[in-house]
């Protein structure tokens, strides 16, 4: 490093202690330096100091959240909270307990899990001798807690923020920190029956949050590893091939066969045998059809899996989801640990494309209009024994639902609708008419509350009554209790309805009763 440079790395150290005409100075005295020189640092040097803070030393910082994190506010926050308690209300009518987990994981724990996506995990740094990630999902640990408890039955959901070091993609309802809402079965039960009634879940879930048209995909881990091998890919290049195929939501068969033959090192032969296959759609028939195909009939692993396709579409017909079920040999889903029945939901509906406009070409090279998937899970019947000291078996299915891209979709329809968001659930104001009547206001709210009447007040001491009743509109407050100096003389409150501006005298004693009654019809 030359003088200058020496001279400009101890002066933007010092920087926010000294004056910019000294530094100048200094720079003057430098031998053999020209006025140019001079100009060029100057100029630098005033751009950190820019970045670093004014003359008084306070660090000048931009407030943003982190890449692929965002802040919700109220209204969003309102959304958020409907959606999950009618997800909650789902996993709750079909029996489910929760539990929660710890949001890093020891590293050894979640690695190997992921296939391809382990590159995903955000690494902890070292603390106190144990390196830890946080956690990439909610299964692993789920099926750690299993192992670790020694339980082997449990229908339970779980919903928390995971993480992922991806490259997220906003608009799309693609983050770094993001919330998944969990279902899943484990325990030793006849075949098909916990796989139909998670997919019933999801139908009931996506149906009621009424977020337009939908597709519920099928597949199985056992057809793939069969078809891979009927068409001639060797063993221990079938998890990467599966990768691949997983990337037909996103991309052209034909960009997934140049990635299979030109980074992968299958043959053209055996890609082009594959698009056969995963170019197929059908329900119970497909499954039928495979079944007496040349080369499927002959893969023990291919036939479990259609033998028990045919048996799950004959539990979602008694299911009655049949109408939003296809069974696709496209559907791959990269995770490792899956072992049997995988699915995927979509958003079809053309209205939503506007939060994620992804145009998907499939293998048979048609094109349709799919907001992303939306829910997806699967059966993992060795991943709680890779933790078991015994290697004990738990067989687990479960379900994830895409909660922030339904959050994405949710606050798009709400922005397009005139409808207004409430952010709090405050059933009555207690206001006063006249000046000097607070004791009065807080001695009501106070009745209110401990009756358990959701209740507010306005913080002072002689608000004017069109400012409490303005507040009322604004907020969504259906009911405003009045007091006055003669109500009080006459043991009543004055009750209005703000929608309709109607007033009447309610006696104190009646006041709850009569405000439950009118807020239930709300």
């Keep these: 490093m030359d003088m200058l440079g020496m001279f400009c790395t101890r002066a933007c150290s010092g920087l926010m202690g000294c004056r910019a005409a000294t530094r100048v100075r200094l720079l003057h005295s ?7 020189q001079i100009d060029e640092e100057v100029a630098k040097l005033l751009q950190l100091k820019a970045k670093i803070g004014g003359d008084d030393g306070k660090h000048q910082f931009v407030l943003k959240t982190a890449k692929g994190t965002r802040d919700f506010n109220p209204k969003q926050m309102a959304i958020r909270e409907k959606v999950f308690n009618t997800i909650i209300n789902c996993f709750k009518r079909h029996g489910a307990e929760t539990i929660d987990t710890p949001v890093f994981e020891l590293k050894e724990t979640l690695m190997g899990k992921y296939g391809e996506d382990s590159k995903l995990i955000y690494d902890l740094k070292d603390q106190g001798g144990e390196l830890l990630s946080l956690r990439y999902d909610l299964t692993v640990p789920f099926a750690r807690y299993l192992a670790m408890n020694k339980i082997t039955n449990i229908k339970r959901y779980h919903i928390a923020k995971v993480y992922r070091r991806d490259n997220p993609a906003m608009t799309r309802g693609r983050y770094r920190e993001f919330y998944q809402c969990d279902f899943d079965i484990a325990g030793q039960y006849d075949a098909m029956i916990p796989d139909a009634e998670c997919l019933k879940i999801v139908h009931e879930i996506l149906s009621q949050l009424d977020l337009g048209d939908f597709l519920i995909k099928v597949n199985d881990r056992r057809i793939l590893d069969g078809m891979f091998a009927v068409c001639g890919v060797p063993d221990d290049k079938f998890r990467t091939i599966c990768s691949t195929v997983d990337k037909l939501d996103k991309m052209a068969w034909e960009d997934v066969k140049k990635e299979m033959v030109n980074e992968k090192g299958l043959s053209e032969e055996a890609a082009d045998q594959i698009g056969d296959y995963v170019s197929m759609q059908g329900g119970k028939d497909l499954a039928e059809r495979l079944l007496q195909d040349q080369k499927m009939s002959q893969n023990k692993l291919a036939c479990a899996g259609l033998s028990d396709i045919k048996l799950l579409f004959s539990y979602l017909q008694l299911f009655q989801v049949t109408d939003k079920v296809v069974f696709d040999l496209s559907l791959a889903r990269g995770l490792d640990y899956y072992t049997g029945i995988i699915y995927e939901a979509v958003l079809t509906q053309a209205g939503v494309a506007a939060v994620t406009t992804e145009a998907q070409s499939g293998a048979s090279g048609e094109e349709c209009v799919s907001v992303g998937s939306v ?59 006249q000046k000097n009547l ?19 007040v306005m913080h002072k001491k002689n608000p004017k009554l069109l400012s409490q009743l303005q507040h009322c509109e604004e907020s969504g407050i259906p009911l405003v209790a009045i007091l006055g100096e003669q109500e009080l003389k006459d043991g009543v409150v004055k009750l209005r309805v703000v929608a309709t501006r109607e007033e009447m005298d309610i006696s104190r004693a009646d006041l709850i009763s009569e405000i439950r009654r009118r807020t239930s019809e709300v």
Excluded: H
């Design 375 to 433: 829910a997806g899970g699967g059966r993992y019947d060795g991943l709680v024994g890779m933790f078991d000291p015994k290697g004990r078996k738990v067989p687990c299915v479960g379900v994830s639902i895409g909660i922030e891209r339904i959050f994405s979709i949710m606050e798009q329809k709400a922005e397009a609708s005139a409808e207004r968001i409430r952010t709090t659930e405050i059933q009555v104001l207690v206001a006063s008419a």
């Design 30 to 36: 430098l031998p053999g330096i020209t006025v140019e």
């Design 438 to 456: 607070l004791e009065e206001r807080l001695k009501l709210v106070t009745e209110l509350w401990n009756a358990g009447v959701k209740a507010e």
